[in-house]
């Protein structure tokens, strides 16, 4: 299989990021208190974000594969981080120490086979594994909804 490119353009107005990814266009923006507009999630919630669309999207895939009957799954994913790695204090890294996925999955299938999906999807899912290659503590909780 060939190898799979992302690509964004995105064009900064002060603390706000206008991005185009495939035709959508995404804002990134900062709240009113840090200088920004408002106007979308800051970085770090736009990253969280991602790691649930991931999940979601690899999840459904793999569903298929192991026959698996997923009728939906709702996400609720704590983020902790220091922000004085960001502020430029040295000493603290500036990403997040751990991150907690609690996931909610409509299904008629068991406990059993909840957590079967859950280890895969988390195995597969390129944003989980590249914060767990990060040394970020991950809490995956995934249950019958």
Request: hydrophobic letters at 40%; glycine letters at 6%; one cysteine or more.
């Amino acid at each position: 299989m060939a190898k799979k490119i992302e690509r964004i353009t995105a064009t900064s107005k002060g603390m706000q990021t206008i991005i185009n990814s495939k035709g959508h266009e995404i804002i990134i923006d900062e709240p009113l208190q840090m200088g920004g507009k408002d106007e979308g999630a800051n970085p770090l919630g736009a990253f969280i974000a991602s790691l649930a669309g991931c999940e979601n999207a690899i999840a459904n895939m793999v569903a298929k594969e192991i026959d698996f009957d997923l009728q939906g799954i709702a996400f609720d994913i704590r983020a902790e981080m220091n922000p004085e790695g960001m502020m430029g204090n040295k000493n603290v890294r500036p990403y997040f120490q751990s991150v907690t996925i609690n996931a909610r999955v409509k299904t008629s299938e068991s406990e059993e086979r909840i957590i079967e999906l859950q280890q895969i999807v988390d195995s597969r899912c390129p944003i989980y594994t590249t914060l767990k290659a990060a040394d970020v503590e991950m809490t995956p909780i995934w249950t019958k909804e």
